[in-house]
Each structure stands twice: as structure tokens, then as C-alpha cells.
């Protein structure tokens, strides 16, 4: 049997993306997702189902009750405020919605089930602030002395700079290797580590590229984009083999009533 891999969508609240495609209407919000995630989680073996961005988290409770893996997107910044900061120079779009309802899900998923988790770029980032870390608003700003993570005209597979991936996680566990080359297309990086987690993955001048769940679980997330490396570099896919193969483990969600570990 096919796993279902709940794939959060994207959210745009002004309606370029349908003015320019000629498909909306003026003032016309959008929920969008890249098809890089599914075709990823396609070829993996996955079944995806994008989740859509509700006005109540509750609302998605019968779906996640029969999905086997949750995969957290990239997409716009994370207000600050929802970790203990105010807005710096070099902060970009941010979306209120969908952090609102991505923060709510994310320790939903995180504390009331058992499910697989992959989190990409925002993905990693929003992992961190739903379980109490921080994040830098825009690395060219705050860590000027490091490299630029932000190569906005660069082909999406290519390996701009390496990582050193640490050997006690799954990510060595995953990829055999203790340094990969990677992509990069963001301008913010995680400053503190969320609670429950680990830093396994570090570029070189220091920041973190992936976090995992220090407890027994599949939770990794990577702040470079697998998604778009996987179709032309076949050996950046074993993370959505592995992801993918956890949640087949998983056909039916066990939810529990809390946890032992305190993310906030």
C-alpha cells in the first residue's frame, strides 16, 4: 500500500499569481504549491495530498487521522513576533495566515501524533519556532561574514556549497556520506534550536542546514530544497525514499492525548 504524504500548500494573500496566469480575479487569494513536492514524493513511492490552509486547525483532524507523513513546504518568512522578536531590515514577505495555521499544525502533528515529518527550507524554519527556537530575519544583515545562501538565478539542482552531515543521525544514516553538495535559495537560517531537536547538517561558515528529532522518530528537516536537486541528481533522493518508506510504517496514525516532550 501507498503511503499518504499531506504536502502543505503555499499562500499568497494578493492575487498576482492569478492576474498574471490570466486564471483569477482581481483581489483573489491563492493557495499554491510548487509541483517539485509531488513529483518528489511521487517518484518516492508516495501518494501526495496537498492540505490547504483552514481558518480552523481542527478542520484538517479527519485528514491527518488518515495520512501517514506530513511534509512542510518552503514559501514566505515567519513573523518574528511569534519568536520573541521585532521586525529587522532585510525581513521579506510574511503571510500571517498561513503562520498562524502552520504553527498550530506543526505541534499538532509534532505532539498529538506519530506521524513521519520532512520540513524544507520554511519548513525547517517553521519546525523550529513551533517548538520554541529562533531564527536570523536575513543572513545578509546579521551574518555578513558568511556565504551567500541566497543564489536567486541559479538552476534549482545545482550544488552550490557543501555540508557536513553529522554521523549520529539519519541523515548519515540516510545519504552514507559525511558532507554533500547542496542548493541554496534562502535568506533566513535558524539561529536556536527548537526544542527536542538537533543540528545535523552545517554549512561552512557555520549555519545549521538540518535539524532532526532527538527521540526515536522520523523528523529531519533541511534548510536547502532536496525537491528540486532529486530529478537531476538522483543521489539527493534517498531522503524522500527514506521519508517515504518511514510512512509506510505508519498506514495507520496512531494519535496520542500528549507527549513527553515539551516543545514550548
Known amino acids: 500500500m501507498k503511503p499518504l504524504i499531506g504536502i502543505c500548500a503555499n499562500y499568497l494573500s494578493n492575487d498576482a499569481a492569478g492576474m498574471q496566469?490570466?486564471?483569477?480575479?482581481?483581489?483573489?487569494?491563492?493557495?499554491?504549491?510548487?509541483?517539485?513536492?509531488?513529483?518528489?514524493?511521487e517518484r518516492a513511492g508516495g501518494v501526495p495530498v496537498i492540505l490547504p490552509i483552514t481558518e480552523d486547525i481542527e478542520t484538517l483532524s479527519p485528514l491527518i487521522e488518515k495520512l501517514d507523513g506530513v511534509l512542510f513546504t518552503g514559501g514566505s518568512d515567519i513573523d518574528p513576533n511569534y519568536y520573541g522578536e521585532f521586525p529587522r531590515f532585510g525581513l521579506g514577505l510574511i503571510e500571517p495566515r498561513r503562520d498562524n495555521h502552520e504553527i498550530k499544525l506543526a505541534q499538532k502533528i509534532l505532539l498529538d501524533t506519530t506521524l513521519p515529518v520532512l520540513g524544507i527550507c520554511r519548513?525547517?524554519?517553521?519546525?523550529?519556532?513551533?517548538?520554541?527556537?529562533?531564527?536570523?530575519?536575513?543572513?545578509?544583515?546579521?551574518?555578513?561574514?558568511?556565504?551567500?545562501?541566497s543564489v536567486k538565478q541559479a538552476l534549482r539542482h545545482h550544488p552550490f556549497h557543501p555540508v557536513k552531515i553529522e554521523k549520529d543521525s539519519k541523515l548519515f544514516e540516510i545519504y552514507q556520506v559525511d558532507e554533500i553538495g547542496v542548493n541554496s535559495f534562502h535568506h533566513q537560517a535558524v539561529k536556536d534550536i527548537g526544542n527536542g531537536f538537533k543540528a545535523t547538517m552545517k554549512a561552512p561558515d557555520g549555519i545549521i542546514e538540518a535539524?532532526?528529532?532527538?527521540?526515536?522518530?522520523?523528523?529531519?528537516?533541511?534548510?536547502?530544497?532536496?525537491?528540486?536537486?532529486?530529478?537531476?541528481?538522483?543521489?539527493?533522493?534517498?531522503?524522500?525514499?527514506?521519508?517515504?518508506?518511514?510512512?509506510?510504517?505508519?498506514?495507520?496514525?496512531?494519535?496520542?492525548g500528549s507527549s513527553e516532550t515539551t516543545i514550548a
Not at 527521540?215 to 517515504?244: C, N, Y
Request: glycine share 8%.
Open 123 to 149: 519548513g525547517m524554519q517553521l519546525l523550529t519556532v513551533a517548538t520554541g527556537g529562533t531564527l536570523y530575519q536575513d543572513l545578509q544583515s546579521q551574518k555578513p561574514e558568511g556565504i551567500n545562501h
Open 211 to 256: 535539524v532532526e528529532w532527538e527521540e526515536d522518530r522520523f523528523i529531519v528537516a533541511v534548510q536547502w530544497h532536496p525537491e528540486m536537486m532529486e530529478g537531476k541528481l538522483a543521489s539527493i533522493r534517498p531522503i524522500f525514499t527514506a521519508f517515504v518508506e518511514e510512512c509506510k510504517t505508519k498506514c495507520i496514525p496512531s494519535l496520542v
Open 21 to 41: 496566469a490570466g486564471i483569477g480575479a482581481k483581489y483573489q487569494e491563492w493557495q499554491l504549491l510548487a509541483d517539485d513536492y509531488i513529483v518528489a514524493i
